[in-house]
T-cell receptor
Framework: GDSVTQMEGPVTLSEEAFLTINCTYT??????LFWYVQYPGEGLQLLLK?????DKGSNKGFEATYRKETTSFHLEKGSVQVSDSAVYFC???????????????FGQGTILTVHP | DGGITQSPKYLFRKEGQNVTLSCEQN?????MYWYRQDPGQGLRLIYY???????QKGDIAEGYSVSREKKESFPLTVTSAQKNPTAFYLC??????????????FGPGTRLTVL
């Protein structure tokens, strides 16, 4: 079945440091890929998405590129802020060749803490 | 404003009791979902529904039940058969597109604690 593997956390950085959170996946067909963010005590918010190979999703300074050859969707940000402290989830939903009801498969989440 | 509401935010249950978590959306989405979140395990799908009066089991449906009598509402009942119900429960909704790509929108969650 479909699966998503994220780098283990927690990740602790100083403000303005460069961030990478690795995400790899296995899936049938052509999945769509997502990064969600969860702030303490809240639900998930969509951060960015990519629906086909080589697409780059971007939002709020975060970027991720859909790499089909390496089955990866790593999240990056050039300069993190204290306000970026949250849990980040990589997820996929099956596309053509897979199920069509939009089930999301999540990674285990990566806790990011940014210090001033 | 369109969105998803979940209530209550915090819920306490005694062992052996059934409890029902509310989820309402005014986004006119056809599909709704329930997830369970435990520390370090990401989100796991409990139940989902694509249309009124129809729903399917997800990966961890045992000990849970749902109903979908209205498009806007998808309540989740945690029964006494659920052996470890303490968790954070998230409801989500999405459109259903022929492309199979359906961005899901999440509610704020309900934290259930068994006393």
């Amino acid at each position: 079945g479909d699966s998503v593997t994220q780098m283990e956390g927690p990740v602790t950085l100083s403000e303005e440091a460069f961030l990478t959170i690795n995400c790899t996946y296995t899936a049938t067909g052509y999945p769509s890929l997502f990064w969600y963010v969860q702030y303490p005590g809240e639900g998930l918010q969509l951060l960015l998405k990519a629906t086909k190979a080589d697409d780059k999703g971007s939002n709020k300074g975060f970027e991720a590129t859909y790499r089909k050859e390496t089955t990866s969707f790593h999240l990056e940000k050039g300069s993190v802020q204290v306000s970026d402290s949250a849990v980040y989830f990589c997820a996929l939903t099956a596309g053509a060749g897979g199920t069509s009801y939009g089930k999301l498969t999540f990674g285990q989440g990566t806790i990011l803490t940014v210090h001033p | 404003d369109g969105g998803i509401t979940q209530s209550p935010k915090y819920l306490f249950r005694k062992e052996g009791q059934n409890v029902t978590l509310s989820c309402e959306q005014n986004l006119n989405h056809d599909a709704m979902y329930w997830y369970r979140q435990d520390p370090g395990q990401g989100l796991r799908l409990i139940y989902y529904s694509q249309i009124v009066n129809d729903f399917q089991k997800g990966d961890i449906a045992e000990g849970y039940s749902v109903s979908r009598e209205k498009k806007e509402s998808f309540p989740l009942t945690v029964t006494s058969a659920q052996k470890n119900p303490t968790a954070f429960y998230l409801c989500a909704s999405s459109i259903i597109s022929g492309r199979g790509y359906n961005e899901q929108f999440f509610g704020p969650g309900t934290r259930l604690t068994v006393l």
